[in-house]
Every structure is written in structure tokens, then in C-alpha cells.
């Protein structure tokens, strides 16, 4: 249930100014600047940091409601932030299990720094478990050799959350997850992001020379490979359901257009109605309806079984991409749809339903992809050794 707090923090007079700014920015491909100093100026970044360091304390069933609400207004905004969340969830999550390996993370975020993700490689299609980036052991830390794609927030976090691989030893490689500063020597941003949607998130590229990575800065080294770490499963758990939940907020606000449209469509053929009469209209409508229903019971459920300790043993990845896939394909098709009940008009450019046509593509590319999570899912429950050979 959303609590009076959350809808102080996220008002509709505060979203609807996010509404007005989303086309503007996607068209110059240029971040929501003015959205993220509101969302700070309302305390909305420390949503998920615990009441007693200072944050809202939402939990992943409250926050992720909200996210989705707030995609409804502005999805590239939406799917940013969620990078920052999902780190503060996940260390608020593990202390409050005892584990308190990422309190640093709360630190940051009760002092106001912006967290990203850094996470996206070219060349590794196993996103987490392994990496192109390369980790070296040094003196007090890790040196950190690489680079990262699909970084939003572009220039405007203050530290990004990677991971990158140490194979030295070939029988046992690790991956080592921690921070990076923005201004860290060997740090460079890219400037190339340039994409059919999403454009105001300024995903760009993040190359790392030599960076250092700190001891005091690392969230955790794990074993190479799908990993049962209870850091590196909570950290998914609340990644992949905020993202998640940003598609679902964009097919829910298509559908709301759709049915707008329909409901003062006119047609000459139509002489006694409107386009809200016609049975294929209907049915279309009905039809994402009960997309959207499906989609978010499931994600509701996941995040609820996270909150109240539900044990899924083995089985948390399983349906953690079970609802992150069910999510991406239903507001897709959703999205689409709604471009078939208002016509001709969705294709302008300028039109909203344009942009979140475009806005939803990202759920494709979003880990785990369609294959990767059939691969993941299908081996998890015929019980192939994911620590085995691939194929």
C-alpha cells in the first residue's frame, strides 16, 4: 500500500511538471536535469534509505509501486533513478538481514551522492556473473581496466556501482562489485549515447584506465560464474524489479492514451459513436488490460515475497526473470497495441505515444534478454549445473 508519506514525496502536481519536460528532453537527447533536483529537493533519493539514517524507508514492494508510477510521467526519468535505487535498496535490504557489507552505500546516500550502474558490457551476454572488465589486485585495492555501455544518468552520478573479472587465477576467478568516483583518475564519459528511446537517460559509455577501486569501496568479490552470494542476489532482486516495473508504468500511461483516443475517435463509417463502440476497439482494450493485469500481479508478488521473507531457495532467480520477462513482453505488446487503437496519429513525432513506443524498446535489452532468460530459466528447472559447461 502507498503511504501518505510516498505520495508527499511524489506529488501529481510534481510529476505532471516531469510530464511537460519528458518530450523536450528527448528530442535533444539531453537529461532531465531539472526532474532529478526535484526528486532530491522532495527527498525522493533517499527513498529506500531506512527512516533512521535520515531516507523514507520504502521497502521494494512500496518503492518499485512508486517508480512505476512515476514512468507514468516521465519513463526515461523513471529507469534512471532506478539505478540509484536499487543500490541503496540493496544495502538498506542486506543490513536489515544482518549483513551489512554495503553500509557505506547508505552513507553515500544519506550524504546526497547519486549512485549509477555500471554493469553493461560489449562482449558478455552473462551480465554480473562474468565481465569484459579487468580487475588486478594492487596495493589497497583493485586496479580496474575497461569499458561500460548503457550507463544512465550519464554525467550526473557522483559514484558508479561495476563490476569487473580477475582471472589470474584460471581455476578460480572472481568478480570484483564496487564504486567508482566520477572524477577518479583513469575515469572517462563517452559522450555516444544516441538511441531510438530512452534518449534522456544519457546512457553513455564509461571507459576505465586504471582506475583505482579502493578496498574500503568494494561491495564484494564473489566467485566467477552464477553465484548463490547473497550480495550479488539481493543486488538482482531489486534491479531487474524497479526496472521492470519502469515498463509496465509506460504501457499503463499507453493505455490510458488509447483509451482517451478511442473514446472521441470519430468516423464517418461510425455514424452512431465513437471509436469506443467498435468491437475490435474493445477487444483491443480488454486485451491490454489483461496483459497488464498478469504483468503486475507477478512483479507485485515478487517484490512481496522479497519484503516478507518468502524463501525461494535456488529458485529466487527463476522468478526473479520470470517477472522481469513477463513484464517486458506484456508492455510491448501492450505499447504496440495502443499504437493500433489511435491510428495513424502514434507515428508523429511529438505525439506521446510515439515516444513511449519507442521509450518501451528498452525492455528488450534490458538483462536478461529473451534468450537469456530461457537459457537461465530452462536449466534452473531441468537442474543443469550452471557452474558446468554452457552448451
Not at 178 to 185: D, I, K, L, N, Y
Not at 359 to 383: N, Q, S, W, Y
Request: aromatic share 6%; charged share 20%.
Amino acid at each position: 500500500m502507498t503511504t501518505t508519506l510516498e505520495r508527499t514525496a511524489l506529488t501529481d502536481d510534481l510529476l505532471a511538471d516531469f510530464r511537460d519536460r519528458a518530450a523536450r528532453h528527448d528530442a535533444t537527447g539531453t537529461y532531465a536535469t531539472d526532474d532529478l533536483a526535484a526528486l532530491r529537493a522532495a527527498g525522493w533519493l533517499r527513498a529506500a534509505l531506512p527512516a533512521d539514517r535520515g531516507g523514507l524507508g520504502l521497502d521494494l514492494a512500496a518503492l518499485a509501486a512508486e517508480q512505476r508510477r512515476l514512468a507514468r510521467f516521465s519513463p526515461a526519468t523513471a529507469l534512471s533513478t532506478c539505478m540509484h535505487h536499487y543500490w541503496v535498496g540493496t544495502a538498506a535490504d542486506l543490513a536489515a538481514r544482518g549483513v551489512d557489507v554495503a553500509d557505506p552505500v547508505l552513507t553515500w546516500a544519506a550524504a546526497g551522492e547519486v549512485l549509477a550502474s555500471g554493469h553493461a558490457e560489449a562482449g558478455n551476454d552473462v551480465p554480473v556473473a562474468l565481465s569484459t572488465t579487468r580487475a588486478t589486485r594492487v596495493a589497497g585495492g583493485w586496479r580496474i581496466d575497461g569499458r561500460k555501455m548503457f550507463g544512465s544518468l550519464g554525467e550526473h552520478w557522483d559514484r558508479l556501482g561495476l563490476h569487473a573479472m580477475d582471472a589470474s587465477d584460471p581455476a578460480a576467478p572472481v568478480v570484483v562489485h564496487g564504486f567508482v568516483r566520477r572524477h577518479a583518475a583513469g575515469l572517462r564519459t563517452v559522450r555516444n549515447w544516441d538511441a531510438q528511446g530512452m534518449r534522456a537517460t544519457e546512457s553513455h559509455d564509461t571507459v576505465l584506465d586504471g582506475v583505482f577501486l579502493a578496498d574500503a569501496e568494494v561491495l564484494r568479490v564473489a566467485p566467477a560464474g552464477p553465484s548463490d552470494d547473497p550480495v550479488v542476489g539481493a543486488m538482482q532482486v531489486w534491479a531487474l524489479t524497479l526496472i521492470a516495473n519502469v515498463s509496465v508504468g509506460i504501457a499503463e500511461r499507453a493505455l490510458e492514451l488509447a483509451v482517451t483516443h478511442a473514446r472521441s475517435r470519430t468516423s464517418i463509417a461510425l455514424p452512431r459513436g465513437t471509436f469506443a463502440h467498435h468491437p475490435l476497439v474493445q477487444h483491443q482494450v480488454a486485451g491490454m488490460h489483461l496483459e497488464l493485469s498478469a504483468a503486475r500481479a507477478q512483479l507485485d508478488t515478487l517484490a512481496r515475497d522479497r519484503v516478507t521473507g518468502v524463501d525461494h531457495g535456488p529458485l529466487w532467480g527463476v522468478h526473479v526473470l520470470s517477472a522481469k520477462w513477463r513484464a517486458a513482453h506484456a508492455a510491448m505488446r501492450v505499447v504496440d497495441t495502443a499504437c493500433e487503437v489511435v491510428g495513424g496519429a502514434s507515428y508523429r513525432v511529438g505525439s506521446e505515444l510515439e515516444r513511449l513506443s519507442r521509450d518501451v524498446r528498452a525492455a528488450r535489452f534490458h538483462p536478461g534478454t529473451d534468450a537469456f532468460t530461457h537459457e537461465m530459466v530452462g536449466k534452473a528447472l531441468l537442474g543443469v549445473d550452471p557452474a558446468g559447461p554452457r552448451w
